[in-house]
């Protein structure tokens, strides 16, 4: 059984900049959430995808944006970057909505 | 608006006293409540959820909705306990769920 992965693990950009970020789900699972988790702080939900719309969404802007893939997988967008959207990026998988969360290892964005 | 508040960023105890982890959240309709745990170079990981009422690893929680709180508990805390805790609040019916700041546990020889 794969577990959930994500990519890159590390990247830095600056301000202004666009990234995308990715995520592969747990073998057997449909949806996929997403959260934000700063420096010293837990996770923040950002939003999570159910067959491939988005199910629910955190206090974040519209600049970001997520797709979720018929094969599950997931991609989180961030436009016009800030400093303070420098954080841990956690993506975690589950079966339905309601299912238990397993977590990647997220991806770490520095914002320059 | 939901919150969950742990007050303590560390606690530190020595192996076999007894462990609390504090909780407390602040929401207006019915919660679902779950402890995460982040072992030292591994994910973030499920510990338990208070619907399931069980024990893992030795670790209980019991919703206490008149002081709105989900303590963590332990009675022997053993070495390989220490980690992050994080305590977590569902009020989206989807796994849209709130985090506390974490509370990292040493367990001290």
């Known amino acids: 059984e794969t577990g959930v992965t994500q990519s890159p ?3 830095i950009k600056t301000r202004g900049q666009q990234v ?3 995520c592969s789900s747990q073998s057997g699972h449909n949806t996929v959430s ?3 988790q700063a420096l010293g702080q837990g996770p923040q939900f950002i939003f999570q995808y159910y067959r491939e719309e988005e199910n629910g969404r955190g206090n974040f802007p519209p600049r970001f944006s997520g797709l979720q893939f018929p094969n599950y997988s997931s991609e989180l967008n961030v436009n016009a ?3 303070d959207d420098s954080a841990l990026y956690l993506c975690a998988s589950s079966l339905g909505i309601t299912g238990e969360l397993f977590f990647g290892e997220g991806s770490r964005l520095t914002v320059l | 608006a939901q919150r969950v508040t ?3 960023k560390l606690l530190s105890v020595f192996k076999g006293a007894p462990v609390e982890l504090k909780c407390n959240y602040s929401y207006s309709g019915s919660p679902e409540l779950f402890w995460y745990v982040q072992y030292s170079r591994q994910r973030l990981q499920l510990l338990l959820r208070h619907i ?3 024990s893992i690893k030795g670790f209980t929680a019991d919703l ?3 002081e709105t709180s989900f303590h963590l508990k332990k009675p022997f805390a053993q070495e390989e306990d220490s980690a992050m805790y994080y305590c977590a609040l569902n009020t989206g019916g989807g796994n849209k769920l709130t985090f506390g700041t974490g509370t990292q546990l ?3 020889l």
């Open chain 1, 20 to 22: 995308t970020l990715r």
């Open chain 1, 9 to 11: 693990t590390h990247l």
């Open chain 2, 52 to 54: 399931s009422r069980e």
């Open chain 1, 81 to 83: 970057l800030e400093l």
């Open chain 2, 6 to 8: 742990q007050p303590e």
């Open chain 2, 64 to 66: 206490n909705k008149g």
């Open chain 2, 106 to 108: 040493k367990v001290e």
């Open chain 1, 34 to 36: 997403w959260y934000q």
